[in-house]
Every structure is written in structure tokens, then in C-alpha cells.
């Protein structure tokens, strides 16, 4: 069986996580196979078309690395492939009314008042099942209302008797009484047809071999198959991905400020991890193996292992896992990424490359740098508690004796190369019966009014340099003695 999967995304906004998955699973569903994997825009509900999402669907992908083979601007023979094209060319239509003629769809002229009055409450949920009462029109009747120019839907006609059974690769087998299953509308009054009937159409037209999707369509699937059994086609493979949820488990929602790959890009995330760690939302290797390239997904990537739990999307975790990929990085794509962060916060010390590069295995985001290297900039205000370090059994008063007595050193001193400093400071320190530590931490902790900083005394003396190390340590000394 030759592998074929779609991504059908609607131009809507910003991509969800969990569109990404899908998109992710479907690329690696097509390439472990060797298939071949398109991407088809399904625009059928023009009220929430979302000007220039588009290209946030084509800039995702690509900065992904989900290169499809088919899509709109690449034919492969079976388009076009934007849904609201295929509209125009009536192709749905068409298809809708070979049901029609067949009795298994018929119009529908019930108007919007007509339809509210079939609503009904069901444990505590008002829903809408239609009473078929159109299926029922002569064929007069319908003819006339077509002629009159009456508007109309096209409906499914749903048997009411026996079970209509569903497979998934995920939930297995899933049977619904037909009974319980209403007449979907399969083309709209506007013309256009409901996602559930341009699905069906389109996957079979364009030889879909394999349907991926998030769990919450589990309850439309028996409708699905009525329709390829109404049309006598073969059922694709159907992979019913499970629910995304927060660390709270409610379903992850775009007010969580990183429910899309350009919210986590947004926030200093590689593309590269966050492809990484959305394939494990719901899938692992059997090794389970965490860090995995593209390539390495493509070759290990099983649809059957995907798992019917909600999967939990871990902010920590994906942070530790970008983290990683940053440590991993090239000298030449890191600094691209880092020196706009570093060029933005810190202005006063000259070798930007330098902090960039005590940066690069502390950070988790490159967002992270800012607060990371923003003491260079301006010492933040810090409590004189903080020149207490129990190990290094240092106390505010040493740290102020200790300071007193460096500066001169420090003034004197001409070389500040992190090599020279250490030696100046390591022999000021058994000169005057200091341990090494108890003249360090308060040096910088004047220096940098942090507890942890990236580097030690000596290289933050290098980096900041002789006059603002100077300034610096006589205000910290200032600050000891009031």
C-alpha cells in the first residue's frame, strides 16, 4: 500500500500545538514509509478565515522542517488543493448530489425557525436532532423549491435501523447505534460543504492512505463511514491522536500563552526542540530516547505506539529540553541567536561574544538571557545578607574588611585578564590569611549583586573592566557601611 497523509489545516490564526502534532505525525507517517505527504488548506468556513494566516501555516511548516510534496504550490496532479477552489469548481456538489440521486442525501428546506423548534434538552444539554422531515418532500415539491429558488442544505440520509462501526489505529473498534446519529448537513445553504463531507471527499479524490487527527473527532468518525459506504469507497487508516492538556490536565488553551509554535518561538524556544518535544506528546521510542532530530524521528516513528492518555504539555520540560539542543548548538547558529538578546541587554561591557558565550550552557530560552546577564548592565538592589556564605564561612563584616583592603590592590592593578586577576587575588588572599572563597564571593557578589552568577570574580572583573569593577566594589563598600 503505497503511504500517503495530509495535513488539512484552516487558516484560522496562529497554530496550535496540537495542529502541529498532527501535522508532525503525518509527515512521519509518510517518510517512514517512503510515502509522500501533502498539505491541503481546508478555507470551507469563510467566518473564521483569519487575514495572513496562511502564511503562518507555510512560515510553521517550514521552519519545522515539514517539507510537503503536494500542496498549493506544489501539483501533484490531484488539485487544487485549497478547499474553498475545489468549491468553486463543483466538485462537492457534485458529489453531494450523486447521494442525492441515489436516495442516500436529500435537501433540505427546513427553515432556521423550523430547526430551533427541534431543539430539545438532554441532561442538562440543549442539542438539535433533525426529524428527517425533508427526506419526505415529493418529488414535486423539491423540484419547485429548487425553481423558486428556496435555500437548502444537502443532508445525509442516515439509516435508522442496525450499528455503524468505526476503526481507529489508537481506540480500536467504535459502534454506534445508527439511530442515535443525526442527518449531518453535507453541503451548507451558502454552497460550501461542512468539513466533515470535503474530509471524506477530498481524502478519497487525492488518495489519502492514511487520516491523522486529534481525538475530539472520535465522535464523528461512524458518520465518516457512512459516507464512503454511501459512495462504495475504501476507508482510509484513521490515527486519532489523544487530547493535549496543561500541567493542570485542562485542555491546553491559547490563553496559556504558549499554545502555538510562534507563542514558543516567542519565547526563545528552537523550532528544532519544540518539534522534538511535540512528538513526544502522545508517542515515545522504544528505547525511550528523549533528544531526537528529525531525521532520527523519521526513522524510529511508529503511528501504533501512539498512546490513548492525554498527554501533558510540560513547559519545564520542553525549557530543559531546548536547553539541550541550545548546549548542542554551533558557535556560528548560536551566536546568531544570542548576540540580539546580548546586544539588547548588556551595553557597557565590549566583548559581547563573551558573555554570549557564559551564557550558552546556563540558559534554557535565549529569552532567558536578559535576566541572566542583566547585572552587567546595573548592579540589581540586593539585601548585604546576600555576602553571607555559610561554606565559605564569609560574613557581612569580613566581606566588607575584605573589600576595604582589595581596593587599593585593585587600583594598583593594571592587568585584568581573568588569568592575572585569579593569581593577584589568590596570593592577596594567603598574604592576608584569607581562603580563597572569602575574598572571591565578596568580590563578586559587589560586582554582579547576585548569588549565582555565569563566571566568577576574576571574569567578571575582565569583562566589566578596571573602572566599572572599581566603581562598583566602592559602592558596595559604601553600601556595608551604612
Avoid at 147 to 172: C, H, K, M, W
Avoid at 193 to 209: C, E, K, Q, R
Avoid at 212 to 241: D, Q, T
Avoid at 401 to 414: A, G, H, I, M, N
Wanted: glycine share 6%; proline share 4%.
Amino acid at each position: 500500500m503505497a503511504v500517503k497523509t495530509r495535513f488539512a489545516p484552516s487558516p484560522t490564526g496562529r497554530m496550535h500545538v496540537g495542529n502541529l502534532r498532527t501535522a508532525l505525525y503525518s509527515f512521519l507517517i509518510a517518510k517512514h514509509a517512503g510515502g509522500s505527504f501533502m498539505l491541503r488548506i481546508e478555507d470551507t468556513d469563510q467566518e473564521r478565515f483569519y487575514e495572513g494566516a496562511l502564511d503562518i501555516i507555510y512560515r510553521t511548516l517550514e521552519k519545522a522542517g515539514l517539507a510537503f510534496d503536494e500542496g498549493p504550490d506544489k501539483d501533484g496532479g490531484v488539485g487544487p488543493y485549497v478547499q474553498s477552489e475545489r468549491c468553486r469548481a463543483g466538485i462537492y456538489m457534485e458529489y453531494a448530489k450523486k447521494l442525492v440521486e441515489t436516495g442516500r442525501a436529500y435537501y433540505c428546506f427546513c427553515t432556521k425557525e423550523r430547526l430551533e423548534s427541534l431543539k430539545t434538552v438532554v441532561a442538562g444539554k440543549e442539542i438539535s436532532v433533525y426529524d428527517k422531515h425533508c427526506l419526505h418532500l415529493s418529488k414535486e415539491e423539491i423540484e419547485a423549491n429548487l425553481a423558486a429558488g428556496v435555500p437548502y442544505v444537502i443532508r445525509l440520509n442516515v439509516p435508522q435501523e442496525g450499528t455503524t462501526t468505526f476503526s481507529d489505529e489508537i481506540y480500536g473498534d467504535i459502534t454506534v447505534e445508527n439511530k442515535e446519529l443525526d442527518d449531518m448537513i453535507l453541503i451548507k445553504s451558502d454552497g460550501f460543504p461542512t468539513y466533515n463531507f470535503a474530509n471524506v471527499v477530498d481524502d478519497h479524490l487525492m488518495g489519502i492512505s492514511h487520516v491523522v487527527r486529534g481525538n475530539e473527532y472520535l465522535s464523528s468518525s461512524p458518520k465518516y463511514n457512512l459516507l464512503y459506504e454511501a459512495f462504495g469507497w475504501e476507508v482510509p487508516i484513521y490515527v486519532h491522536c489523544p487530547l493535549i492538556t496543561d500541567e493542570n490536565h485542562a485542555k491546553l488553551s491559547k490563553r496559556s500563552g504558549h499554545s502555538s509554535f510562534e507563542d514558543l518561538l516567542d519565547l526563545g524556544l528552537l523550532p528544532e526542540a519544540i518539534v522534538n518535544y511535540v512528538a513526544l506528546l502522545g508517542w515515545s521510542p522504544e528505547n525511550n530516547e528523549e533528544i531526537m532530530s528529525l531525521e532520527e524521528l523519521i526513522e524510529k516513528f511508529d503511528y501504533r505506539k501512539i498512546s490513548k492518555s492525554p498527554a501533558v504539555f510540560d513547559m519545564g520540560k520542553l525549557r530543559w529540553m531546548n536547553g539541550e539542543y541550545i548546549k548542542n548548538m554551533d558557535e556560528e547558529s548560536y551566536l546568531a541567536m544570542a548576540m540580539p538578546y546580548v546586544e539588547e541587554t548588556v551595553t557597557i561591557v565590549e566583548d559581547k561574544k563573551a558573555l554570549a558565550d557564559l551564557a550558552k550552557t546556563r540558559i534554557e530560552t535565549f529569552a532567558d538571557i536578559p535576566e541572566l546577564l542583566g547585572f552587567f548592565e546595573e548592579v540589581p538592589e540586593y539585601d548585604v545578607s546576600m555576602y553571607v556564605h555559610k561554606k565559605m564561612k564569609t560574613t557581612v563584616e569580613l566581606s566588607l574588611e575584605v573589600l576595604l583592603k582589595v581596593l587599593p590592590v585593585l587600583e594598583s592593578f593594571e592587568d585584568y585578564t581573568n588569568d592575572a586577576l585569579y593569581g593577584m587575588l589568590a596570593a592577596f588572599a594567603k598574604e592576608n590569611g584569607y581562603k580563597n572563597g572569602q575574598v572571591m564571593w565578596p568580590v563578586r557578589t559587589a560586582l554582579s549583586g547576585k548569588a549565582q552568577t555565569p563566571g566568577g570574580a576574576t571574569q567578571l572583573l575582565e569583562l566589566l573592566g578596571k573602572e566599572e569593577s572599581l566603581k562598583r566594589i566602592r559602592a558596595a563598600i559604601e553600601k556595608l557601611e551604612t
